[in-house]
């Protein structure tokens, strides 16, 4: 599909890339339990949230594709788009839109460019939808991920604040 920097792109293919999938989304689920305790152990999530994923996939005109490393065939990250998104609240742009939903690289294969790949295939796939915008969430305490979200052109549409409080 898309090559360049030692790294190509390509669909998932669950006989073969399932347990790398599986280990890459725990290894950013346990990276984001450090910014936030409250998250669940990856270990305890992993296949329902994966299931969960592949079931909206279908359901949203998704697809998920995987980074693989040229010389070594080892998988490096992954994403999911959904390519057509309602839109469910009345006080938004009733506009069907994409939504990333997820985009993880392992720490191994970070700061070579295969997230900024992943995004543009993950675009790519809006835009065969027809979709005109694409939204995403980040932890917003994980500094790198907003980071690289504002390098390859996202901004700020909706910041969703929390505040934790002591329960009796």
């Known amino acids: 599909m898309e090559s360049s920097s030692g790294f190509s792109i390509r669909p998932y293919d669950a006989a073969t890339d399932r347990a790398s999938v599986r280990r890459a989304f725990v290894e950013l689920q346990e990276a984001e339990r ?58 938004d742009d009733p506009t069907p839109y994409a939504y990333l939903s997820d985009l993880i690289v392992l720490s191994d294969f970070r700061g070579r460019g295969v997230a900024t790949q992943l995004a543009r295939v993950a675009e790519s796939h809006a835009r065969s939808h027809g979709m005109s915008r694409i939204r995403l969430q980040a932890l917003a305490r994980n500094a790198d991920a907003r980071r690289l979200y504002e390098r390859v052109g996202y901004s700020d549409h909706i910041v969703q604040m929390e505040k934790r409080f002591e329960t009796e």
Do not use: N, W
């Not at 450090?34 to 992993?46: I, W």
């Not at 329902?48 to 697809?63: N, V």
């Open 34 to 91: 450090a910014l936030d305790p409250h998250m669940p152990p990856g270990e305890l999530v992993v296949d329902a949230y994966l299931e969960d994923l592949f079931d909206q996939c279908e359901r949203m005109k998704g697809t998920f594709y995987v980074a693989v490393e040229d010389d070594t065939g080892r998988i490096a990250g992954y994403v999911a788009v959904l390519g057509e998104v309602p839109s469910e609240e009345p006080d």
